[in-house]
């Protein structure tokens, strides 16, 4: 199954470049896991599990960063315990409606989590006018084997995505 995703990805137009296609082809996530256990861990059920703080700090970015996109990673540990945010800079050409990590930002955060010995356990970004749903382009774009969290910039309603499938991940909050 993934043999024949890379294919296709190989044969893919790279003239956008997105925030997955970039990581793909020039970048190693960082892992402690193998690919095969994320995907295991990943196909099954399962819970993603967020401090009440980090949900705060990322509703209060998309809303302060409205009315453009923001984007970022959340490391943690277990693949599903989410410890740290680390916000990246948007670089799209459009930030309103579209995010595309900046490389130089986006290197850095995977070197922070690589030397907190973190690892990535969700991306994230906002949509400004809502709703926190993956739009037809996050689900074309999704290349990365962790999910996305996207949160409502207007009802600051944040819920996690697995947008290979576009199945929805239960999010649990920890206060
Ligand atoms: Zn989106």
Known sequence: ??????????????THASFYKLETNTLEQPKTHS????????SAVFVLHI??????QLQALAQS????????????SELTRISTLIPLENNASDPTRRFEADRHSLVHGLKILRESRLEL??????????????????LENAQWD???LIVDAVTLTVRAWRLVDGSEVKLEVMS
Do not use: W
């Open 146 to 148: 962790v999910p996305m």
């Open 121 to 138: 356990c969700a991306l994230y970004h906002s949509h400004p006018n809502g709703p926190a749903l993956p739009s037809k382009v996050d």
């Open 65 to 76: 960063a409205k009315p453009l996109e923001i984007v970022g990673l959340l490391g943690g």
């Open 1 to 14: 199954m993934f043999a024949g995703r890379n294919a296709q990805r190989r044969g893919e137009s790279t």
């Open 51 to 56: 401090p009440k703080s980090i949900l705060e």
């Open 35 to 42: 690919r095969l256990e994320r995907i295991t861990v990943y």
